[in-house]
Structure formats: C-alpha cells, structure tokens
C-alpha cells in the first residue's frame, strides 16, 4: 500500500488545520493507522492511532483534547484535526499503517509497515 499526506501548512499558534492521509490499495480497511512527527534534530514521535473500524483512538498526552484521529474506509482515508495549535506542535507528520492481525495501535514507529512521505506543520508564535 502507498500512502500519501498531505494538508500541512504554517499557521499561527491557536489556529487549526487537518492533514489527510490517502492509501492506495483495496486492503485499506485491515490495517491500523497512526500519525507520527519529527520536528528537526528530533526523533519521530507518536501522535495518536486509530482501529481499523475507526473506534478506540489513541494519542500521545500533549495532543489529547487539540487532535482528533479518524478515518473514512470507504474513501481509503485517515485524517488528524489538529486545534488550538502551539508552536511545539511544529514538525513533519507522517501517516503509518500496520498491517499485523492484531490491532496493536502501537505508538513504537518500528511496529508499522508502511509510510507516507510527511507533509510539513508549522506553528508560529
């Protein structure tokens, strides 16, 4: 499957955006996905996860109550509304999806098969 990201942009601190992850492939539906962010001279991070049915999300503290993760199968889609940006949110995001039968919602990068190319956020203050 290949993945592309995509709705990044510079905004101002409080300000609001929603990146879109879209897979190829008809096997979108049996793979669980996660966002991922890497700000520069840093390591990638968990942002959240989310079941391959879009129920039982999960993310990182720092974004809980400012990002929501969801997905639309039918459109092989997952998305990140991200609200009430800050400036340490500033980094590139990547979408992952994992293709183990277990639905692991892992917040490890090496437990996902498949990446996106990242697409850059950019808070200012």
């Known amino acids: 499957v290949q993945l592309q990201a995509s709705g990044g942009g510079l905004v101002q601190a409080g300000d609001s955006l929603r990146l879109s992850c879209a897979a190829s492939?008809?096997?979108?539906?049996?793979?669980?996905m996660g966002w991922f962010r890497q700000a520069p001279g840093k390591e990638r991070d968990f942002v959240a996860s989310i079941s391959r049915s879009g129920s039982n999300p999960r993310y990182t503290d720092s974004v809980k109550g400012r990002f929501t993760i969801s997905r639309d199968n039918a459109k092989n889609t997952i998305y990140l509304q991200m609200n009430m940006l800050k400036p340490e949110d500033t980094a590139v995001y990547y979408c992952?999806?994992?293709?183990?039968?277990?639905?692991?919602?892992?917040?490890?990068?090496?437990?996902?098969?498949?990446w996106g190319q990242g697409t850059l956020v950019t808070v200012s203050s």
């Open positions: 992952a999806g994992d293709r183990s039968p277990i639905q692991r919602l892992s917040s490890v990068p090496r437990a996902y098969d498949y």
């Open positions: 492939g008809r096997t979108f539906s049996v793979y669980t």
